[in-house]
């Protein structure tokens, strides 16, 4: 007759924690003496800039006094902070994507969203399917190309959160709208189908309540009138 014995680990209290096998080590002790091994210099010989107190290393880029490297290259340009890059995607490939009955950015149609999409006109004779889209901005090529076949254009605004959210299919979450000049220009002008223009806002059919008061608070500046008469002429 044979008996099977399960053991059972023991259960981890204060009592018996203690630190893992070779996880500690003895410090080491300089400065006590020649019979240490380490007495003298310490480990460190003699003189020299690796032999003083403090780090004892240069800084990323220094080359012993003379004029580093990056300050001999001439420098050209400069880089933009307020600068945006936009993934393309083309009306075709949308057309080609619709008949293989694929998702857009799981399948790899769209392999980064940046900052936005961008929608272009390249190849539109291609595109025979109406589709809806709210992309970040789109060419007016490619708007013209999607209304002719009876689709629909409305660009809006997104900041990196909301996009976020749009990749992710989140709506529990109210998207910030544009601050910047620029943006306020770009969204409420029709020309370029903006979502906050007044146009849009009559024409969209998924337009929300917030983005009608969000318009005319937008726009106000352009019925707005200045009192000149106080001001005087240089």
């Not at 080609?96 to 900052?115: F, K, M, P, T």
Request: with cysteine.
């Amino acid at each position: 007759m044979s008996s099977v014995f399960r053991s059972r680990a023991a259960r981890i209290t204060l009592s018996n924690l203690s630190p893992g096998p070779n996880s500690q080590h003895a410090q080491k002790r300089l400065g006590r003496g020649q019979g240490s091994g380490r007495g003298g210099t310490s480990g460190r010989g003699h003189k020299g800039q690796k032999a003083r107190a403090g780090n004892g290393k240069p800084k990323a880029g220094f080359e012993g006094g003379q004029t580093p490297i990056t300050k001999r290259f001439p420098k050209k340009g400069f880089v933009n902070p307020n600068r945006k890059v936009y993934a393309p995607i083309n009306l075709d490939r949308i057309q080609y994507w619709i008949d293989q009955a694929r998702e857009l950015l799981l399948s790899g149609c769209i392999h980064n969203v940046h900052d936005g999409i961008k929608l272009l006109g390249d190849n539109a004779p291609f595109l025979k399917t109406p589709i809806h889209i709210t992309p970040s901005r789109a060419s007016q090529s490619a708007i013209k190309a999607v209304e002719s076949v009876g689709g629909s254009v409305f660009c809006q605004y997104y900041n990196p959160l909301a996009l976020r959210d749009c990749v992710k299919s989140r709506a529990d979450r109210i998207s910030a709208a544009p601050t910047r000049r620029t943006d306020i220009l770009w969204y409420t002008d029709w020309r370029n189908r903006g979502y906050l223009s007044p146009e849009a806002i009559a024409k969209n059919p998924k337009v929300e309540e917030r983005w009608k008061e969000l318009s005319k608070q937008l726009l106000s500046f352009k019925d707005q009138t200045f009192d000149t008469k106080g001001i005087k002429k240089m």
